[in-house]
C-alpha cells in the first residue's frame, strides 16, 4: 500500500537552513510534492519533483530525491519567521492521479 | 499558478441538514478533482475523486451517500455533506488537475464545517 511519512517537528532560529525529511513507499510515483498549510488555510503548492532528477532548486528552496532510498527533503535557506506552517510533502500514487500525504512537518521559526 | 476556488470558507449548520461546499477552478479546465479530508492537527485523507460527467470513485470507508460529489462541468465540482452531525465537523480540501498539465494538483483554500 502506499505510505508517506515525515517527522512532526522541526524548530530552527530565523536565518537557519531548514530541512524537512520525507519518506515514501511508491516506486512508480512519477511527481513528488511539497505543500504548505498556514493555519486555517489550504494548501499551497511550493515546488514538485519529477522522478528523473535527483536535485530541483528555486530560489531559497531545493529539492533533493534519492530513488534508491525513497528519500524526498526540502531544504529552505535562510529561514524567516512567515516560513512557519505545516509542510506536507505527497506522493502520486500509482499514477492515478490522486496524491497521498505524508503526516505534515510542523516548522517553527524563532527570531 | 492556477486558482481553484472553494466556497464557502467556514460554514456552521445544524445537526440533520445539508451542506454543499463548491470548488471552482478558475483559469482552467478540470476533468478530475480531488475531495479531502483533514482533521485538526492531521494530514489530508483522500476521501473521493470526482470525474466529469461520470460518478465519483470513493475510497474505502467513506459512505457515498453521506457525502454526495457531483462534477457537472469542467469547472465545478460539489460535495454536498447530507444529514450532518457534528462527527463530520471538520476541514474539507478540493484540489483540481489541469486537463493539459497533468503534473501539478492546485488546491483551494478550504471549508471549515462546524455542525452544532
Known amino acids: 500500500g502506499e505510505d508517506v511519512e515525515q517527522s512532526l517537528f522541526l524548530s530552527v532560529r530565523e536565518g537557519d537552513s531548514s530541512v524537512i525529511n520525507c519518506t515514501y513507499t511508491?516506486?512508480?510515483?512519477?511527481?513528488l510534492y511539497w505543500y504548505k498549510q498556514e493555519p486555517g488555510a489550504g494548501l499551497q503548492l511550493l515546488t514538485y519533483?519529477?522522478?528523473?532528477?535527483d536535485m530541483k532548486q528555486d530560489q531559497r528552496l531545493t529539492v533533493l530525491l534519492n530513488k534508491k532510498d525513497k528519500h524526498l527533503s526540502l531544504r529552505i535557506a535562510d529561514t524567516q519567521t512567515g516560513d512557519s506552517a505545516i509542510y506536507f510533502c505527497?506522493?502520486?500514487?500509482?499514477?492515478?492521479?490522486?496524491?497521498?500525504f505524508g503526516q505534515g512537518t510542523e516548522l517553527s521559526v524563532k527570531p | 499558478g492556477a486558482v481553484v476556488s472553494q466556497h464557502p470558507s467556514r460554514v456552521i449548520c445544524k445537526s440533520g441538514t445539508s451542506v454543499k461546499i463548491e470548488c471552482r477552478s478558475l483559469?482552467?479546465?478540470?476533468?478530475?478533482m480531488f475531495w479531502y479530508r483533514q482533521f485538526p492537527k492531521q494530514s489530508l485523507m483522500l476521501m473521493a475523486t470526482?470525474?466529469?460527467?461520470?460518478?465519483?470513485?470513493?475510497e474505502q470507508g467513506v459512505e457515498k451517500d453521506k457525502f454526495l460529489i457531483n462534477h457537472a462541468s469542467l469547472t465545478l465540482s460539489t460535495l454536498t455533506v447530507t444529514s450532518a452531525h457534528p462527527e463530520d465537523s471538520s476541514f474539507y480540501i478540493c484540489?483540481?488537475?489541469?486537463?493539459?498539465?497533468?503534473?501539478?494538483?492546485?488546491f483551494g483554500q478550504g471549508t471549515r464545517l462546524t455542525v452544532v
Open positions: 505527497a506522493e502520486i500514487y500509482n499514477q492515478g492521479g490522486k496524491l497521498i
Open positions: 484540489s483540481a488537475r489541469e486537463i493539459a498539465q497533468g503534473t501539478e494538483a492546485f
Open positions: 511508491d516506486s512508480s510515483s512519477t511527481y
Open positions: 470526482s470525474n466529469e460527467g461520470s460518478k465519483a470513485t470513493y
Open positions: 519533483i519529477f522522478s528523473n532528477m
Open positions: 483559469d482552467f479546465q478540470a476533468t478530475t
